[in-house]
DNA sequence: AGTTAAAGGTGGTCTGACCACTATAGAACG
DNA sequence: CGTTCTATAGTGGTCAGACCACCTTTAACT
């Protein structure tokens, strides 16, 4: 029997407003046809389009606007790798995988923001640790959050953000309190090599399998 | 006037699914319910649920078979990838982006498996390396997910195949030569410490994602 | 018991019908 | 003339129902 490859309807939709954003030279912003026109044009079902456009605006490709129109959008990976995330986050993480794989995003993106902060700033990270009115775990977001913008990398916000999110629903984790003061002291003395150093002796525990 | 969030039926349709999937602890292959009783269950319409499946689809997350049902997939982003690349415009913010984060998680799982590694392991490193069927950039992959393995942190390795995918989309990288070799000299005569100098050391500046 | 045909379940697709919202043309007003 | 208001048309959002193609299960037949 020959298997016809029979490519679904709304794949073909995808291709074919690839081709038509190509044709047409459309830039991020630009308006799109609409789904009756789509589907007229294409010889499709307005619900086929639609599969089409819902998996691209899903994926950030695309924005609608109800009453308006559907419009061609910057694209960032950042709203697909959030929803990718959300799903693996889910199906496979354990409490250790979780909790090292942060530990490792926090240490890095304290060394990242290491060249980045400024006098000013490290004041603001005292302020947070000095506001008795948080929790400790409350503290520890507060004070990453504000360390994490400095990377000034949205990539790496959003992955730690998720698995912030995740971890509170299991277990708050935090540092010691003095590991926050001295990671601060850090940034003042400029002792880049010894963040590295502060990190493996505040979390050296069974969840590392170093030696 | 109250700006209700007025989400998507789609939307929440995902959310649900998400849902469903942790409560029944489903795993890659089991069956979801049909688009009907979907339907039915969350009280929407058929459409909207598809709406979701398809996007799911798209994503890799679910496979459907006309006739027998919908599936959960072990997910593996190839499709997304291909339908990205060729909507992406190439952002410079958004590739530094990914080459960091990815950077980022390369260094700690050559630290994290530093430990869990033996002598065969490291001979198994080097015939990747060794072997003169593959581009450089396929050698990379096979030899960070070889590296990624010895972790032991399924959620790592998830979030890092995420990244790796995402940036083949944009743009192959991966380190000179030595470095893997001297990474690999590294396991051999048990220098921990120097893994962090050989990834900084081959990655300041500019990225080198040479074809 | 084995084979075959019918029935039911599932995804794939289309149509038509509403709804909510937005932009716009044209009427009414000052 | 210009402004404001309003009816209308266009757009996305959603649903219900109807088929179709395909697969599995069941039942009937030999």
């Not at 889910?90 to 530990?103: A, F, G, P, R, V």
């Not at 890095?108 to 929790?135: G, M, P, T």
């Not at 360390?147 to 992955?159: A, G, H, Q, S, Y």
């Not at 309190?177 to 601060?184: G, N, V």
């Amino acid at each position: 029997m020959p298997t016809s490859p029979k490519r679904k309807v709304y794949h073909g939709v995808l291709q074919e407003i690839r081709e038509f954003i190509e044709k047409n030279n459309l830039l991020p912003g630009d308006k799109l046809p609409s789904e009756r026109d789509l589907a007229d044009t294409l010889q499709a079902g307005r619900s086929s389009v639609r599969e089409a456009l819902r998996a691209m605006e899903l994926l950030g490709l695309i924005v609608t606007k109800q009453g308006e129109g559907t419009f061609l959008s910057n694209y960032r990976p950042y709203q697909t790798v959030e929803l990718l995330s959300s799903f693996i986050l889910q199906e496979n993480s354990t409490k250790n995988d979780l909790m090292l794989t942060k530990k490792v995003l926090e240490k890095e993106a304290a060394k990242l923001a290491f060249s980045r902060i400024n006098e000013e700033e490290v004041k603001d990270l005292k302020l947070i640790l000095a506001n008795s009115e948080w929790k400790q775990s409350e503290k520890h977001v507060a004070f990453f959050t504000y360390v994490f913008e400095r990377t000034e990398n949205l990539l790496l916000v959003k992955i730690w953000q998720l698995m912030e999110d995740f971890s509170r629903a299991m277990i708050n984790i935090y540092y010691k309190d003095s590991f926050y003061r001295e990671l601060i002291q850090l940034y003042i003395t400029r002792s880049y090599l010894s963040i590295e150093a502060l990190f493996e002796h505040y979390t050296t525990s069974e969840t590392d399998g170093r030696k």
